[in-house]
């Protein structure tokens, strides 16, 4: 498949034109929103904070960018920045997480955020394909995300929290899962939905991880 091949991939794009997905498109100022709040947070900060969290509302604007870019474009290598991007924040996410909330030195932290990249990935190579729309291939996210809400329970506060954007990304998989199974009674499909849940899940997550500072 060649980086410029055309890619119709959700129930809103009935076209190969720039803007047939408007819906997919503009809801990823959700992304916007949520790293110009994150933004604001670090410099209200009465101390500064680790370059590695530093750097998430930079990347999680990247997100949104890589997401817009697949959705108007609608081609194979939009597709991958799309990807890319998200890999990007959630590798940063997880070291982030591991070294400066969870204690733990930088090379386990760096071993922990590798590990995702390759189990994230490969997903589609060792998942079954169970007809998810391909939305198993964020199954080692939301495992890892159990996982680390489990290892802030001692801090109730960030673990509620944690917690909530969990199931919070139930929700938004679900909704991104069956968008083309809607299509038929809503021709908008539900993956704009996907968008501006995510950009909630990642905002609750990196606002407590900033809350919670070893």
């Known amino acids: ?3 410029n091949d055309y890619v119709d991939a959700y129930c809103e794009r009935m076209d190969p034109g720039l ?16 790293a110009a709040l994150l933004y604001v947070r670090l410099r209200r900060s009465p101390t500064p904070a680790p370059m ?6 930079a990347l999680l604007l990247l997100v949104g960018v890589g997401s817009l870019a697949f959705h108007t474009m609608a081609t194979v290598w939009a597709g991958w920045l799309d990807t890319g ?9 997880f070291y982030a997480f ?9 090379q386990w932290s760096a071993a922990a955020a590798f590990g995702f990249f390759w189990l994230s990935f490969g997903a589609k ?3 079954p394909d169970l007809g998810l729309n391909g939305s198993e291939a964020y199954s080692p996210m939301l495992v890892g995300l159990f996982a680390m809400t489990a290892w802030v329970q001692r801090y109730p506060q960030v673990s509620r929290l944690f917690f909530s954007a969990s199931l919070l990304l139930c929700v938004s998989i679900v909704l991104r899962t ?14 704009f939905l996907w968008h501006l849940l995510n950009a909630a899940v990642l905002y609750i997550l990196t606002a407590a991880m900033m809350n919670k500072k070893a």
């Not at 968008?179 to 021709?187: I, K």
């Open 98 to 106: 591991f070294r400066h909330s969870g204690g733990a030195s930088w």
């Open 1 to 3: 498949m060649a980086l």
């Open 52 to 57: 590695s969290i530093r750097l998430l509302p």
């Open 19 to 34: 803007w047939a997905e408007p819906f997919n498109a503009t809801s990823n100022a959700g992304f916007a929103v949520a």
């Open 85 to 93: 991007f998200i890999l990007a924040f959630a590798c940063v996410f």
């Open 178 to 191: 069956v968008d083309r199974a809607v299509c038929d009674a809503f021709p908008l499909g539900t993956h």
């Open 125 to 127: 190579a060792w998942l």
